[in-house]
């Protein structure tokens, strides 16, 4: 009998046979109701807080842009809950339970903060959850809850060995590329991953995302679509004049820019100003515009720019720097993480390709692609926005031909590209021939970088665009 109340027991069933006798039937018999008790504290419905983790950077609050659920909708883990906006990124939360919807915490547009509740879902705790550790008030995570947080659109399939070493690491897992079954994130992945972002030098992932070829436009004579480019398309917003004035909160992006451009006032800018003659490069991408667009990538001008950048940078590192507060030490960043302004519906925002020294320019242009469709939508992730070491502004797609340019902190320096626009232009032997000009113009924190070194590292990288053939000899 004692041995079959042992068999029965499963708080205790790991016990041999050869030591029930050390047992008293009292003893069995109060670790048997222990057991019950503990089975049914979590067979019924709990309701747990799911609050709202450090997504980095320093973000303490963020704004609800959009609810994807309501109270009462059934939710499943990595549905998601929400779309929220910080002064960086958007971002869409996604549930780490199943369970109901019992009560949603913040408004359309209200500020939800870090470590608060965002929704109260009731869960069935007897599917594996345990209550004890997810119910417990607990301070938020040093960074993203990387499992359940993520971009929108991309959901993330991982062992939780891997989860956890991401989080181990401050790794974001939509940031990653998958590379098993299903795009399914290996342990390889995020090794690599962190390599690349601690600056190692590592071949290019060789899964490249590839934008599709964009659809053929309508058939256009160049005269007109060339006068189409000229004519400033205005706002396509309805003007109502209400003949009140009205007070609006600075959040999201707006909020980023009053607080980088504040920092920027203290840094002595260094102006420098130069026009480049593209007339071989236009040639070179013409030539090589239809070989990207059947691989799947619309190529531009700026990833030739970026490359020439970056091999401007390894000939003068400093302006690939970074100067601390107290203007003590200068650090020298390893990456090459050039950032390119784009002007969105959210307002402007600079997210970077990552480690442009080991790219080449078809991986440049690729992953511009990427960023500008995820731009446009304003779906940009942190990993995005963050850890520029140097930045280029194309004011040209606008219409301008120079600017000042305000440099991004902690970064050292920063150049504005004009329009290209075809001029008359002397050659060697004094004949006019039509060349295509482009004005840039260069900020540098004069701190540490003197104007030599800014107009040095000019002449270099405009060598390199003015006879594209020469970027051959350098590249990696």
Partial sequence: VCFHRVRSCSSIRFIKSKYVCVFDKS??????????????????????????????????????????????????????????????????????????????????????????????????????????????ETPPMSHEEHT???????????????????????IKLSEVVGTGKDNRILKEDILNYLAKQTGAILPPSPKAEIIPPLPKSE???????????????????????????????????????????????????????????LTQLVQLRE??????????????????????????????PILNASLDESCQNVTYKASHNIGVAMDTEQGLIVPNVKNVQVCSVFEIASELNRLQSLGSAGQLGTNDLTGGTFTLSNIGTI??????????????????????????RFNEKGEVFKAHIMNVSWSADHRIIDGATMARFSNLWKSYLENPASMLLDLK
Avoid at 50 to 65: A, N, Q
Avoid at 288 to 313: D, E, W, Y
Avoid at 412 to 418: D, F, K, Q
């Fill in 148 to 170: 359940h947080q993520e971009i929108k659109g991309h959901k993330t399939l991982a062992t939780p060995a891997v989860r956890r070493l991401a989080m181990e690491n401050n």
């Fill in 287 to 316: 030539e090589l515009k239809p070989v990207a667009q059947i691989r799947g990538v619309n190529l531009s001008f700026m990833p030739f720019f970026i490359k020439a950048a970056s091999l401007g940078l390894l000939q003068y």
């Fill in 399 to 424: 219409g301008g031909t120079y600017t000042k340019p305000v440099i991004l902190p902690p970064e050292v320096a920063i150049g504005a590209l004009g329009k290209i626009q075809v001029l008359p």
């Fill in 219 to 277: 058939t256009m004579p160049v005269a007109l679509k060339d006068k189409a480019r000229k004519i400033p398309v205005p706002v396509s917003r309805p003007i109502v004049f209400s003949g009140k004035d009205k007070t609006e909160p600075i959040t999201g992006f707006q909020k980023a820019m009053v607080k980088t451009m504040s920092a920027a006032l203290k840094i002595p800018h260094f102006g420098y100003c130069d026009e480049i003659d």
């Fill in 27 to 136: 003893a069995l018999k109060f670790s048997h109701q222990q057991r019950l008790f503990r089975t049914s504290a979590v067979s019924c419905g709990q309701i747990v807080q799911f609050k709202l983790s450090d997504i980095g950077e320093g973000i303490t609050e963020v704004t609800v842009k959009e609810w994807y659920i309501k109270e009462g909708d059934s939710v499943s883990q990595f549905d998601s809950i929400c779309e929220v906006q910080s002064d960086k990124a958007s971002v869409t939360i996604t549930s780490r339970y199943d369970g109901i919807i019992r009560k949603l915490h913040y408004n359309l547009d209200e500020i939800a903060f870090v470590g608060k509740p965002l929704v109260d879902i009731e869960i069935d705790a007897s599917k594996g959850v345990a209550p004890e550790e997810d119910v417990v």
